[in-house]
């Protein structure tokens, strides 16, 4: 961890944030994103500033900023893109280091104004060991769309849900987080630690209907023999149980050379609007650390397809 919070913090607050200070790396990547999409880039600021308000206050001012899950640097925040729209999407904590992760999820709701049904997975997570307790998430495209990222204590998703596919019960899955929308629709992430390109085609034909257009999408991706091990799955599905979308990913290290590979590969993919919202997302300076997270490819019932990818923001 880097507890210089002085250094985390850098410059001033900019004119439009208004009221608490922005880590400086937050502020230069919605600034490059302004030059892009400025009214959302305006939106995530204000949202941003708001989410964060809570570790201003910290006890803890030395590690407020780099205590996080999230990042490798800790840093509380990580911007999103994906090669099927132009939106500026992101990732926060909710509270300061020296909260407890049982109290976060109730945290993440109020701050989302929270007005979906949690009982099931408030009474998950209750009296169990968690990781993060939870993060809250936004996309700002051509409207708002908010998440819950909920902790899944013990690798397995409340009962509820777990019934309605088989995969969530299988011992090859360990069930690491849900992300809650506010219809009640759902996006579980699992690691699967024995997952091959063969049982990710099979799983595709089984969850989406057809497997190829996902497989040539992961092909553009993954240029070894198979995939790395381990990585991990998504199932989208709605309120009902449906699924909805499948997704593969893996960490970036596991699969390209350094930061300038990921990004060659990502400029390849991306296209329009949505190429520029990368660029303005990679464009930060480099510091010596991996600043892409998490790289995935996804499937949807309609055959649509997809690349995306996590950034530490700098």
């Known amino acids: 961890m880097n507890h210089d919070a002085d250094a985390a913090m850098g410059a001033s607050p900019s004119p439009a944030s208004g009221t608490a200070l922005l880590a400086a790396p937050i502020a230069a990547t919605l600034q490059r994103l302004r030059a892009v999409l400025p009214a959302q880039a305006d939106a995530a600021q204000a949202m941003l500033t708001g989410v964060l ?24 925040v990580e911007f999103a893109w994906t090669s099927r729209e132009a939106a500026v999407r992101w990732t926060a904590e909710v509270a300061a280091p020296e909260v407890d992760e049982n109290e976060r999820l109730a945290i993440a709701a109020q701050a989302l104004d929270w007005q979906g049904d949690l009982a099931s997975w408030f009474e998950h997570q209750r009296g169990n060991r968690l990781k993060f307790g939870a993060w809250v998430s936004a996309r700002h495209g051509d409207g708002l769309a908010t998440k819950l990222y909920v902790d899944l204590p013990d690798g397995r998703l409340p009962p509820a849900w777990r019934k309605r596919q088989a995969l969530f019960d299988s011992a090859l899955m360990f069930w690491r987080m ?19 390109l063969a049982a990710l085609r099979m799983l595709a034909q089984a969850t989406v209907g057809d497997a190829e257009p996902m497989m040539r999408r992961v092909a553009q991706v993954v240029s070894a023999d198979d995939l790395p091990r381990p990585s991990g799955i998504s199932l989208a599905l709605s309120a009902d149980g449906q699924v909805r979308a499948l997704t593969w990913f893996t960490f970036a290290k596991a699969i390209f050379r350094d930061d300038a590979q990921v990004a060659a590969c990502m400029r390849g993919l991306g296209e329009g609007l949505s190429a520029r919202v990368y660029e303005a997302l990679a464009a930060g300076p480099a510091d010596g650390r991996w600043r892409h997270g998490m790289i995935g490819v996804g499937a949807d019932i309609a055959g649509n397809t997809w690349v995306q990818c996590g950034l530490r923001p700098t």
């Open 178 to 196: 849900c992300g809650v929308n506010p219809d009640g629709s759902v996006e579980c992430y699992a690691r699967a630690s024995e997952l091959d």
């Open 53 to 76: 308000a809570p570790l201003q206050d910290s006890c803890w001012p030395e590690v407020a900023w780099s205590f996080s899950r999230l990042t490798n640097t800790g840093l509380p």
